[in-house]
């Protein structure tokens, strides 16, 4: 312990050099753009910036590349929460809460909480990452498909607590969402699925097409239809930065650890990063939590439980990277290149051979989310600013970044196209009250599902019983049906008892400006 | 009038002849940097190559060569936009076996006509690689136990229509049989054997250097005629009666129908490439041939030979 606690102190310097500092701060504010811009992913940002790292001595961009991981899983909070568009799809949960919060003229206590739960997720997720590197390594290699289909079942089963009022609406809106997520070729087999021979479709439909589409341009529209006359706006330019003093944050402190465990361990995973975590801690908080009624509703718990989970996360994926030479998530994926065009092999051995770069690597994401925090702080004033512009002006940028975000993915017109009819279908869900949530959650989580599905079966024989006999999928399966039943016990309750909005209030879809 | 694809293609060609005659003559080429379209995504191998070409070939090339991935269909998705693009050489694409399988399987997307080879850039032969801890010390025993137990043995792969997927079930027409299990994500595979989830991997060695150095895994076979100098007690497939040889290739290839000059300039720089010290480094850290560059002279017929190989070892299989 004394020898891990020396090691990290030698890291600290080791940061302070200069050029090191340097590219940690450049990094952060790199992550942090590329998380505002929706389209532009976190992995586009980090793989954009690889070919800068050529000529830099290994540690400085190592550096350089985690410190824009870590920026990215908080940079889109403030788009999420500011104008309902999520910079990355780590933060569609803080659509629900966040920006349901901001719409009640409380922006900058939003985007306070956020900081706060990205600052106490990333330290917490840090310090297990330097304790845990080695032994932690070892579990991750416990999990297979099954294991990772019964954590995207809990994640698909969390669409219940996300969906407004009405269960079945909710249904359908999930249904709709994996049915556009099997649209392509099929992974396993490679059989064409709805595809209409049309080469676009071949590819599958972007979850970032549909998600840019219904959240971004779909807003816009329903802003459209009022005239551009949403009232909360313009009582939103309360512009003091709102931290949430001491005693507010120790009194969620047990949701706090809990989301940051969670978002760590799903971190571990290799396969499921940032965006899983998110969406797992949100679904967790509003089945478990102390106010799971008022999930949705602009509750702090809704913010901080996937902001906290999403930085936590990264702490954990570079557990199995640093350790074991596996990325836990696509980001570590590009890092694991870095290493890789330096020379370096990730793995247990670089733990005793390149020791002096591993701690330096530890001490810069501590290092890294302070820096993040700071920054942060001070961009919430002139972000929030923004919000006094008149709602057309605003509107007519968001539909910009759409644009740009939409043609970034892969620089296909259709998929413009496409992003125009997600976003008249993401109006229409508003219009007609259907929930915009589990279909974006569909279309992400979908393939992923599927895919692991496929290989279970195959890797066992066709039983489906190993997805509750083994130790890890059977309790995460039994989580999942807990979270599936127990809206529907209360929704039947409800019925008896003449209660008509039963199982969590519904969702913001425009609860302020109606 | 039904035209053919040849047809468009040889009037594209003949179109492409006319302006290069009047326009992009050949020492003009390149006359802006070139697009390298990576078909895969950021990361991988096919990646890390187009970084190190787009690195080193700058200076030999003098334009840069900005690197773009556009994954999916296995490389279809890639290939595509290629092939929206004027056949002038000003657009590369990495081209790999991975891809180039697709040929051998029902409505190719493309044809060995759409495409003109520059060079092959890297050849890395496939291995059978267990965990450090598996109870197979030798291949004898894993090709004993698969004979015995048809299927129950799992080998992790890249997926189904893959070379991994021809060499593994020609290995079973000759009554090794396996069950495949697709991880089409590479840290899901690797994990699969570290976590004894899968009994064995198909894979090329540099993908899995660092296992193997980090003595996580080790190679029970190597698919080809002799054995791999870095593992030298390791059998070759021939060794074991299994004539089947389907390297991972990677090379880089420009529309059909680009004036032979610009391929002859492209495919020159990339021989000074070759022939550098950090070019060489990468191919030694990768696993591959030392060998493993053929200019455009050679690189047609070694495309199309693969695919006459991939083509064989499916009709054995079946």
Redesign the interface.
């Known amino acids: 312990m004394i020898d891990v606690l020396t090691q990290l102190g030698s890291g600290f310097l080791a940061c302070l050099h200069p050029l090191t500092m340097l590219m940690l701060v450049l990094g952060i504010i790199v992550g942090l753009l590329v998380g505002v811009l929706p389209g532009l992913t976190l992995?586009?940002g980090?793989?954009l910036f690889?070919?800068f790292t050529?000529k830099m001595d290994v540690t400085n961009a190592i550096v350089l590349l985690s410190a824009m991981y870590v920026s990215g899983t908080y940079g889109g909070a403030f788009t999420s929460i500011l104008f309902r568009i999520p910079g990355e799809p780590i933060h569609v949960p803080l659509l629900w809460d966040g920006y349901a919060m901001a719409r009640k003229g409380q922006p900058a206590r939003a985007l306070g909480w956020t900081l706060i739960a990205a600052l106490v997720g990333g330290l917490l997720s840090a310090v297990a990452m330097v304790v845990l590197t080695k032994p932690v390594a070892q579990f991750?290699?416990?999990?297979?498909?099954p294991e990772?289909f019964a954590i995207l079942v809990f994640g698909l089963c969390s669409v219940i607590a996300l969906g407004s009022g009405s269960l079945a609406n909710a249904l359908i809106s999930l249904a709709l969402g994996l049915l556009i997520a099997s649209v392509g070729?099929d992974?396993?087999?490679?059989a064409y699925r709805f595809t209409f021979d049309l080469?676009i479709l071949?590819?599958?439909i972007e979850f970032l097409v549909v998600m840019v589409g219904a959240y971004g341009v779909g807003e816009v529209l329903s802003r459209l239809e009022r005239g551009f006359s949403s009232k909360p706006l313009s009582e939103a330019g309360t512009t003091r930065t709102e931290l949430p003093s001491f005693s507010e944050v120790m009194k969620v402190k047990g949701m706090l650890l809990r989301s940051s465990v969670l978002g760590h361990i799903i971190g571990i995973v290799?396969?499921a990063g940032a965006t899983v975590a998110s969406f797992v801690a949100y679904g967790v908080e509003s089945q478990f939590g102390r106010r799971k009624r008022e999930m949705g509703s602009g509750v702090v718990e809704g913010i901080v439980a996937p902001q906290s989970a999403a930085t936590a996360s990264v702490g954990g994926a570079l557990i199995p990277l640093l350790a074991?030479?596996?990325?836990?998530s696509g980001a570590t994926?590009?890092i694991?290149?870095a290493f890789?065009?330096h020379?370096i092999?990730?793995?247990?051995?670089i733990m005793a051979s390149s020791s002096a770069m591993v701690y330096t690597i530890f001490a810069s994401i501590f290092i890294g989310i302070i820096v993040m925090c700071v920054l942060g702080y001070f961009a919430i004033r002139p972000l929030v600013k923004i919000l006094d512009f008149p709602e057309s002006i605003v509107s007519a940028f968001v539909m910009l970044f759409c644009f740009v975000g939409a043609l970034a993915i892969?620089?296909n017109v259709t998929d413009l196209w496409l992003m125009i009819g997600f976003g008249v279908l993401g109006y229409l869900f508003e219009r007609f009250r259907f929930p915009i949530a589990p279909l974006v959650l569909g279309v992400i989580l979908g393939p992923l599902a599927e895919?692991s599905f496929m290989?279970s079966m195959?890797?066992f024989?066709n039983d489906w019983t190993v997805f509750f006999t083994r130790p890890i999928a059977g309790t995460v399966m039994a989580l999942a049906a807990v979270t599936l039943l127990l809206p529907i016990i209360g929704m039947i309750r409800g019925r008896r008892s003449g209660d008509p909005t039963p199982g969590g209030t519904s969702i913001p879809a425009e609860p302020a400006a109606r | 009038m039904h035209l053919s694809r040849r047809d468009v293609l040889a009037g594209g060609a003949a179109l492409v002849a006319m302006t290069a005659a009047g326009g992009v003559r050949a020492q003009d080429y390149p006359s802006r940097p070139i697009e390298l379209v990576v078909p895969w995504g950021p990361g991988g191998g096919a990646d890390q190559l187009a970084r190190k070409i787009a690195q080193l070939g700058e200076p030999e090339i003098g334009k840069p060569m900005p690197v773009v991935n556009i994954p999916g269909g296995t490389g279809a998705t890639g290939m595509a936009k290629l092939l929206a693009n004027p056949a002038d050489g000003q657009t590369a694409a990495i081209y790999i076996a991975d891809s180039h399988a697709l040929l051998a399987g029902k409505n190719p997307r493309w044809t060995m006509d759409d495409i003109a080879p520059v060079a092959v850039l890297i050849q890395a032969p496939s291995f059978i690689f267990v965990a450090q801890d598996s109870r197979f010390k030798t291949w004898d025993d894993f090709a004993k136990e698969a004979k015995e137990k048809a299927g129950a043995l799992k080998v992790a792969t890249l997926g189904f229509g893959s070379v991994d997927d021809f060499t593994l079930s020609f290995l079973g027409s000759k009554g090794v049989k396996v069950n495949q299990v697709p991880f089409s994500k590479p840290s899901e595979r690797y994990v699969s054997i570290l976590g004894g989830h899968a009994d064995a991997l198909y894979e090329q060695a540099g993908d899995v250097g660092s296992f193997l150095n980090g003595k996580q895994m080790r190679p029970l076979l190597v698919f080809g005629a002799k054995r791999f100098e870095a593992f030298p007690d390791t059998p070759c497939s021939k060794e074991v009666g299994f004539d089947i040889a389907l390297p991972q290739f990677r090379s880089l290839v420009v529309r059909g129908g680009t004036p032979p000059e610009n391929i002859k300039k492209l495919s020159d720089a990339l021989a000074k490439v070759a022939a550098s010290d950090g070019y060489k480094a990468f191919l030694k850290e990768q696993f591959a041939d030392a060998n493993s560059f053929i200019d455009q002279s050679g690189a047609g017929a070694f495309v199309a030979k693969q695919l006459e190989d991939m083509k064989s070892a499916i009709k054995q299989a079946s």
């Open positions: 992995v586009m980090v793989v690889l070919p050529y991750a290699l416990s999990f297979s498909s990772y070729t992974a396993i087999y490679g080469p071949a590819d599958g290799p396969g074991l030479g596996i990325p836990g994926a590009v694991l290149g890789m065009l020379g092999q990730p793995g247990p051995q892969r620089s895919e290989n195959i890797s024989s």
